[in-house]
């Protein structure tokens, strides 16, 4: 049985497969509630914004914050933001990581389309 995802404010279809739906408990989905993760998504639905986020945390003197890279994402026909791209997702690569010690930021990541459920419309095909 297939979903239909429609933007809430427009009702247009987005176009989303549950098959590119990651499952719920894979391992960067433990702490996001009310979001789904797809690893791929119809480009052609959507419009993207990128946002450079500085978070001032000043713990020392040459320590400024933390910097947060992603990237919006917006219905394409009324402007509505739907989520946000993240570049966490499966290593691109087989290695077991830096070293032999797991996941590391120098691997290349497959993007990860996270969208919030309160901005999709949800309905079930039979």
């Not at 990237?71 to 402007?79: R, V, W």
């Not at 990581?97 to 797991?102: D, R, V």
Request: proline share 7%; with cysteine.
């Amino acid at each position: 049985m297939a979903s239909i995802y429609s933007c809430v404010e427009c009702g247009a279809n987005l176009n989303l497969r549950t098959s590119q739906l990651y499952p719920p408990d894979f391992y960067f989905e433990a702490g996001n509630k009310g979001t789904l993760s797809f690893a791929a998504i119809d480009e052609s639905k959507f419009r993207f914004k990128k946002e450079d986020k500085f978070i001032p945390f000043f713990e020392t003197l040459n320590y400024w914050g933390i910097q947060r890279k992603r990237t919006k994402i917006k219905c394409n026909s009324c402007g509505h933001l739907v989520g946000y791209i993240y570049d966490d997702g499966p290593p691109l690569t087989d290695s077991p990581g830096q070293f032999h010690m797991g996941p590391s930021q120098v691997i290349p990541r497959a993007p990860r389309y996270r969208l919030k459920i309160k901005a999709l419309k949800i309905t079930t095909e039979t």
